[in-house]
């Protein structure tokens, strides 16, 4: 058992994540007695996702004392099974799932992250609903345990409803941007007047940023233009994504690098 000083250390550790390749440290946690009455099916005495992970577009989110299996199942769509020891689990384990979550629509295609969580697994359904996902409905007594079936709650993640609950970064990501953009300007000697200024711009910059940084641009800006239009702000166009990322965003054209960017023609 923690003593009190240990549990207040873990409450302030933050959560670092990487993608796991091999299986051996996600078994670890997936088979650790506390975990895997939760999740395995009756009369399993073992839990192996060497295969799963053996899919390119499955992704493991591996931190310390837990992991965050995400199973492609059609195109933009992901069911994930988070899992934590003990000791991880509450703040912990929640820091770690938004992160993943933030992971996963920056830099895959994802648009929806689904989870299916037996009514016995209080500790999930508190993670899904702490993350913004929506219970879209129950079923009665399909999870197979070595008493009686369990009901099963569904839950999803979209993306939007995911933008309305990151904005505390989001925000911070895209008013960045605006700050780079209006130093470039200065570099050129040319005026910059922002226009479109408020939060949720920026929280919409941020997000397109997001995909932008992580490799996914076209995703990024089909998403931006399809909130610009409905909020009656400007398009944003992809110029060019081979040899050099070129974004037009209507006042520049800007010249993306890894986790920057530089204009390269005012207007």
């Known amino acids: 058992m923690l003593d009190n000083q240990s549990v207040s250390l873990l409450r302030q550790l933050e959560p670092v994540l990487w993608r796991a390749f091999d299986a051996d440290s996600v078994n670890v946690v997936f088979n650790d007695p506390d975990v895997f009455p939760l999740i395995a099916n009756p009369g399993a005495v073992k839990i192996d996702m060497s295969g799963d992970l053996a899919n390119p577009r499955n992704v493991c989110l591996s931190t310390e004392g837990g992991a965050i299996f995400f199973i492609a199942d059609e195109p933009g769509i992901y069911i994930v099974s988070a899992n934590f020891l003990p000791k991880y689990r509450g703040r912990y384990a929640l820091e770690a799932v938004r992160e993943a979550c933030r992971w996963m629509f920056a830099h895959t295609d994802c648009l929806t992250i689904q989870a299916q969580i037996p009514e016995f697994n209080r500790a999930a359904k508190w993670l899904c609903r702490a993350v913004g996902a929506t219970k879209e409905f129950k079923r009665q007594a399909i999870w197979r345990t070595n ?14 409803d995911w933008v309305k609950q990151a904005t505390d970064f989001l925000a911070p990501q895209g008013h960045a941007f605006v700050q780079r953009l209006a130093a470039e300007f200065k570099r050129h000697g040319c005026e910059f007047v922002q226009t479109e200024n408020d939060e949720i711009c920026d929280v919409r910059r941020g997000a397109l940023m ?3 940084y992580g490799g996914q641009p076209e995703k990024g800006v089909v998403l931006y233009n399809r909130w ?29 690098s890894e986790d920057s960017f530089k204009v390269a023609k005012c207007r």
Do not use: K, T
């Open 228 to 256: 610009a239009r409905f909020a009656g702000c400007g398009q944003i166009a992809l110029i060019s994504n081979s040899s050099q990322l070129v974004l037009d965003i209507g006042i520049a054209v800007i010249v993306v």
């Open 147 to 160: 008493d009686a079936p369990a009901d099963v709650s569904f839950w999803a993640l979209r993306y939007d």
């Open 210 to 212: 997001e995909m932008v």
